[in-house]
């Protein structure tokens, strides 16, 4: 099939490389000429494991192409898949979908035959309607349908995700749109349950409902580790005894910090828009949110209660920056807020990640990046571990750190209590 993918973000490069690689001829299209200029020089602009060889591969089989041209690339495909960005407004909660209808005005304007119009930008509940109606008040007589048809690709596992997907959702009340996008989809459903059909709203919903739930199940578990630390009890214990419940399950119970990326803020968010929308609240949601906020904070608070409330000179040490591993995505990451926090205080903040320095910190004053893990933290007074990267879990920070009386904040659990105890490391973990 002819597709053409509209943006080329982390959702619309991952779709576009995946869909071209089930041999699909697929054009990625974007307005940004240095972005479509470094992707056709074979430089990929965002970190995702994988990406960038499926890319190339695809790329030189001239299955994948990249392209500014998209009134040419809607007219010669079969399928457009919107997948432009959809971020809270920037004085209300709710979802900007600008980029969304002017594409629709553009599909509108180039319809030349049917297509299936497909929402993979996570939009609410109801911007299907919209699209379908903008594209026919400007073009009555083709015709065509909306779909919605949601993403679900953790960053750092969006590859893998992509080809073998817990489910694909399509939203469509159209027999044939149905019948194309199973098609489309037919090389990665390997059990016929993996395709679920529901209404094109049913699908919008689908997506922030799922978002929604995993953040209650992050901010669940990081409030009961608070309570864990208080009454002297391991957190882990809690988690594993409550994962082994089916019904309830082990992923996303694992306490850190405040969950963050480019989709569960502005998701929740944009959910409680919504319900506010259909005058329904949405407390739970609410309360999701505002505990999200605060864990941040209580991260800060146990910060002064290691190290003191003075924490001017101190060289404070980030293995990690990023919201979690395999990215190189900062977006609301707990980090965001803690080292201006740090830094404004007086303290001296060192970080590394293996994805690299980070533009976003470089205002900050007294903010260094070290490529080195070793460099980074050799004078430390304290080292908080703020992300789970590998390269983290099997550090000897003895022989690392100069300062013997250093202290170790580990916001991922990953070292083990009694082999910490056993180096004699003043070590401090969440609920433990």
Same mark, same amino acid.
């Given at each position: 099939?002819?597709?053409?993918?509209?943006?080329?973000?982390?959702?619309?490069?991952?779709?576009?490389?995946?869909?071209?690689?089930?041999?699909?001829?697929?054009?990625?299209?974007?307005?940004?000429?240095?972005?479509?200029?470094?992707?056709?020089?074979?430089?990929?602009?965002?970190?995702?494991?994988?990406?960038?060889?499926?890319?190339?591969?695809?790329?030189?089989?001239?299955?994948?192409?990249?392209?500014?041209?998209? #009134?040419?690339?809607?007219?010669?495909?079969?399928?457009?898949?919107?997948?432009?960005?959809?971020?809270?407004?920037?004085?209300?909660?709710?979802?900007?979908?600008?980029?969304?209808? #002017?594409?629709?005005?553009?599909?509108?304007?180039?319809?030349?035959?049917? @297509?299936?119009?497909?929402?993979?930008?996570?939009?609410?509940?109801?911007?299907?309607?919209?699209?379908?109606?903008?594209?026919?008040?400007?073009?009555?007589?083709?015709?065509?349908?909306?779909?919605?048809?949601?993403?679900?690709?953790?960053?750092?596992?969006?590859?893998?995700?992509?080809?073998?997907?817990?489910?694909?959702?399509?939203?469509?009340?159209?027999?044939?749109? #149905?019948?194309?996008?199973?098609?489309?989809?037919?090389?990665?459903?390997?059990?016929?349950?993996?395709?679920?059909?529901?209404?094109?709203?049913?699908?919008?919903?689908?997506?922030?409902?799922?978002?929604?739930?995993?953040?209650?199940?992050?901010?669940?578990?990081?409030?009961?580790?608070?309570?864990?630390?208080?009454?002297?009890?391991?957190?882990?214990?809690?988690?594993?005894?409550?994962?082994?419940?089916?019904?309830?399950?082990?992923? %996303?119970?694992?306490?850190?910090?405040?969950?963050?990326?480019?989709? %569960?803020?502005?998701?929740?968010?944009?959910?409680?828009?919504?319900?506010?929308?259909?005058?329904?609240?949405?407390?739970?949601?609410?309360?999701?949110?505002?505990?999200?906020?605060?864990?941040?904070?209580?991260?800060?608070?146990?910060?002064?209660?290691?190290?003191?409330?003075?924490?001017?000179?101190?060289?404070?040490?980030?293995?990690?920056?990023?919201?979690?591993?395999?990215?190189?995505?900062?977006?609301?990451?707990?980090?965001?807020?803690?080292?201006?926090?740090?830094?404004?205080?007086?303290?001296?903040?060192?970080?590394?990640?293996?994805?690299?320095?980070?533009?976003?910190?470089?205002?900050?004053?007294?903010?260094?990046?070290?490529?080195?893990?070793?460099?980074?933290?050799?004078?430390?007074?304290?080292?908080?571990?703020?992300?789970?990267?590998?390269?983290?879990?099997?550090?000897?920070? @003895?022989?690392?750190?100069?300062?013997?009386?250093?202290?170790?904040?580990?916001?991922?659990?990953?070292?083990?209590? #009694?082999?910490?105890?056993?180096?004699?490391?003043?070590?401090?973990?969440?609920?433990?």
């Amino acid at each position: 099939m002819k597709l053409c993918v509209i943006g080329t973000g982390y959702v619309g490069l991952v779709s576009g490389a995946c869909f071209s690689d089930l041999g699909n001829k697929v054009t990625c299209v974007d307005i940004d000429k240095n972005k479509i200029n470094t992707l056709n020089s074979g430089v990929i602009p965002i970190y995702e494991p994988g990406l960038e060889e499926l890319v190339k591969k695809n790329f030189g089989q001239r299955r994948l192409t990249f392209s500014t041209d998209i #009134n040419s690339s809607i007219k010669e495909s079969d399928i457009i898949f919107i997948c432009v960005g959809t971020p809270n407004k920037k004085k209300s909660n709710m979802a900007d979908l600008k980029y969304v209808y #002017n594409v629709a005005k553009l599909i509108a304007k180039n319809l030349n035959k049917y @297509k299936i119009i497909v929402t993979k930008s996570t939009v609410p509940v109801s911007t299907g309607d919209i699209i379908e109606k903008i594209i026919k008040n400007k073009n009555k007589r083709k015709k065509f349908d909306v779909v919605s048809n949601p993403e679900f690709l953790r960053e750092g596992e969006a590859i893998r995700d992509f080809i073998s997907p817990d489910r694909v959702v399509v939203g469509t009340n159209s027999k044939k749109a #149905n019948r194309i996008m199973k098609a489309l989809y037919l090389p990665i459903i390997k059990k016929e349950s993996r395709f679920f059909s529901s209404s094109r709203r049913g699908a919008e919903l689908i997506k922030y409902a799922s978002n929604a739930f995993l953040a209650t199940k992050i901010s669940f578990i990081n409030e009961l580790a608070n309570l864990c630390e208080k009454a002297e009890v391991n957190i882990k214990d809690i988690s594993s005894g409550m994962g082994l419940d089916q019904r309830i399950g082990e992923r %996303f119970l694992r306490a850190g910090p405040a969950y963050g990326g480019s989709c %569960f803020p502005k998701d929740t968010r944009a959910l409680v828009n919504t319900g506010d929308k259909y005058n329904v609240n949405l407390s739970i949601v609410k309360s999701v949110i505002k505990s999200n906020e605060n864990r941040k904070n209580i991260l800060l608070k146990r910060v002064h209660k290691i190290i003191g409330k003075n924490i001017r000179n101190k060289k404070i040490i980030f293995l990690g920056v990023t919201f979690k591993p395999g990215t190189d995505d900062m977006r609301e990451a707990s980090s965001l807020k803690m080292i201006p926090y740090l830094s404004k205080n007086g303290a001296y903040i060192n970080y590394t990640d293996p994805s690299g320095p980070k533009k976003i910190l470089d205002k900050i004053k007294n903010v260094k990046f070290h490529k080195s893990v070793t460099a980074c933290c050799k004078n430390a007074d304290l080292i908080i571990i703020h992300t789970e990267w590998n390269e983290y879990k099997q550090l000897n920070f @003895k022989k690392m750190v100069i300062n013997k009386k250093f202290k170790i904040y580990d916001l991922r659990n990953i070292y083990s209590l #009694n082999k910490v105890k056993k180096d004699n490391i003043d070590y401090y973990s969440i609920g433990r």
